[in-house]
């Protein structure tokens, strides 16, 4: 250990130097002030004392000679005595010869001698106009109503003050060189023992058998000493765990059946599976490299680029856990979860998991097809009843029973219709792949077809629409326009509407409402009915999932799932809110407005 000015020994000495300096100095400068405090308190209550016993001696009837004896002795001991009478004039002064008496100023107007005469005692510290000195003043005031005044010169007091601060100087400047010589006696005692303990810890570091400090220079240094054998058997133990947790990983990793792919902070490839390099033999050759020579999937290679590159504001930053489809030449899907850590780090970027969905896909595909297919088989034998069911109600000379029986026939033959159809309109808003064409669409014709659709239903239970559009659109494209299918917007609006009025009670109303939100254009539908439990909210655009209680009426559960999927299909969202501001449902969806730019404004 070298012994120069960046020295632990040196480094040491200096800082018990600096806490000694700051030990003594601090004490020190406070204590300056207070002990002049504690030396001004105990002049006053000297004077006080001088003053009282005084007035005392005074008031005992002595003789002209005992008191003027009195007032040379105060002047002796270097105070001066006053005495006046109840207005203040001044009758006797051990400093003033009585010729002088008659040419000073009355001193009924003195602090000290106006707290006396109205507390019995006062104390001043003050400038004297007659000596031209200050001085602490202490009255007492006399039986007669006069007043017995002491006056100690501030002089005095400090010159006894700077005595004692000489001498407490004088002793902290001792204990301050003692300090200074333990100190260097000290830093240097600590730098011989940490030169050994140096010494032996790097011989600790070099030696592959965990060796163990078993000697220590002194019993100061045992608690270091215990913490280094804790140290290494702490190590020892990590690392143990680290292997024990790495082969779990490992085991882990090779028996799952979805592949995993670890990338680092720049986005080159770490760890995999092997079920992943089943899906893609190309990554066991990839170790180090980036991630599109592994995973030849530029769409999966972008995101991730996307998720790694904060400062690229070109690009869209993903969310934190997503999943992206593709599909491979061979025919299969894949589906892919990337996930960012939490608290981004310099050796892990992203993490990858990628399963095979083929058969998904495919039983996907068949049961679309068999939903479509039996919907268009249903639809031919569905119309026939409802045909014929509608032939036998208009038979005249039809038994009235036979003729109920009928209506039940077509009641229901119609329910199941709009079943079928909805069913049908459901598949084949699923099983078509192609983007709807979405154009600007006037809302507020759509939503006008959608009323006139529902009038009569509306009109059998008294129901009012209120529409409330808050901005019109512009100038040139009136009517809040939006970007839609109109027919299938229509369709949306409708189901919603039917859906209001078959909760809202008699005479209810269903509110309409649309307003921009940035380059969105938010829709609401609300109506007065009896409520969504809030358990139901997030399973109600399900497929046909009912509510059991408050809101069942014998639907089939359909058109919500239908309006979810419409609405999804034109890059919208569509959620549910019970209870909503006044009203207890409210079905709310969002649009890409067609005029983004009037929007912002």
């Known amino acids: 250990m070298t012994t120069g000015r960046g020295s632990l020994q040196a480094r040491l000495f200096w800082a018990f130097a600096l806490i000694t300096a700051i030990a003594l100095a601090l004490p020190a400068f406070f204590s300056r002030g207070i002990m002049y405090e504690d030396r001004l308190n105990l002049a006053e209550k000297q004077a006080l004392a001088q003053a009282s016993f005084a007035a005392s001696m005074l008031e005992s009837n002595l003789a002209e000679g005992q008191t003027q004896k009195l007032f040379y002795a105060a002047r002796t ?241 993903p969310a934190h856990n997503e999943a992206i489809h593709f599909e491979l030449p061979a025919g299969r899907f894949l589906v892919a979860h990337i996930s960012s850590p939490v608290e981004r780090t310099d050796s892990l970027g992203a993490v990858i998991v990628v399963y095979d ?9 068949v049961r679309r097809d068999f939903v479509s297919n039996v919907s268009h088989e249903l639809r031919t034998p569905l119309t026939a009843i409802t045909g014929y069911a509608e032939t036998l109600m208009l038979l005249e000379d039809l038994p009235e029973e036979y003729r109920n029986f009928a209506g039940v026939i077509h009641k229901h033959a119609s329910a199941l219709a709009r079943i079928v159809s909805d069913l049908l309109a459901l598949a084949n808003i699923e099983n078509t792949q192609e983007k709807i064409a979405l154009v600007p669409t006037k809302a507020e014709s759509v939503i006008a077809d959608a009323l006139a659709a529902c009038r ?50 008699e005479n209810g109303e269903v509110s309409i409402s649309a307003h921009h939100e940035g380059d969105k254009v938010l829709f609401t539908v609300a109506d007065s009915g009896p409520g969504i439990p809030q358990d139901a909210l997030p399973r109600i655009f399900e497929r046909f999932y009912q509510v059991k209680k408050e809101r069942n009426s014998g639907t089939s559960g359909i058109g919500l799932a239908l309006c979810k999927h419409i609405i999804e299909r034109h890059g919208g969202r569509i959620w549910a809110q019970s209870p909503h501001a006044d009203k207890s449902t409210a079905m709310l969806f969002t649009l890409t407005s067609a005029h983004p730019a009037k929007a912002e404004e």
Not at 357 to 365: D, G, H, K, P, S
Not at 459 to 471: L, M, N, P, W, Y
């Open 357 to 365: 969905a083929t058969e998904i896909m495919r039983l996907e595909a």
């Open 456 to 505: 009569e239903q509306a009109e059998a239970k008294g129901i009012r629409f209120i529409i409330t559009v808050s901005d019109a659109g512009t100038d040139m494209a009136p009517g809040l326009p939006v970007l839609a299918n109109a027919p299938l917007l229509a369709q949306v609006f409708r189901n919603l509407l039917e859906n209001a009025c078959r909760y809202s009670p």
């Open 77 to 317: 001991l270097s105070f001066r005595m006053t005495l006046t009478d109840a207005s203040g004039r001044v009758l006797r002064d051990s400093h003033i010869d009585a010729e002088r008496l008659p040419t000073l100023d009355n001193h009924g107007d003195r602090p000290e001698i106006e707290a006396a005469q109205a507390k019995g005692s006062g104390i001043a510290l003050r400038h004297s106009n007659s000596l031209g000195i200050d001085a602490v003043y202490a009255a007492v005031a006399l039986h007669d109503g006069g007043t017995l005044r002491v006056a100690v010169p501030l002089a005095d007091i400090r010159r006894g003050f700077e005595t004692e601060l000489s001498s407490l100087s004088l002793v902290i400047a001792c204990v301050a060189g003692v300090c200074l010589l333990l100190s260097a006696l000290i830093a240097g005692w600590i730098r011989k023992g940490m030169d050994n303990m140096a010494e032996m810890v790097a011989s600790l570091a070099r030696d592959k058998n965990q060796r163990r400090l078993d000697e220590v220079p002194g019993k100061e240094f045992l608690p270091l000493a215990h913490a280094v054998n804790y140290m290494a058997d702490n190590i020892e133990s990590y690392v143990r765990d680290i292997k024990d947790r790495q082969s779990q990983l490992e085991t882990i990793l090779d028996s799952m059946h979805e592949g995993v792919l670890v990338l680092g902070a720049g986005g080159n490839i770490r760890r995999w599976n092997n079920a992943l390099a089943a899906l893609f033999p190309s990554v066991a050759t990839a170790t180090g490299r980036p991630l599109i020579e592994g995973l030849p999937v530029p769409a999966l290679q972008r995101r991730v680029d996307a998720l790694l590159d904060y400062g690229n504001s070109a690009l869209e930053i």
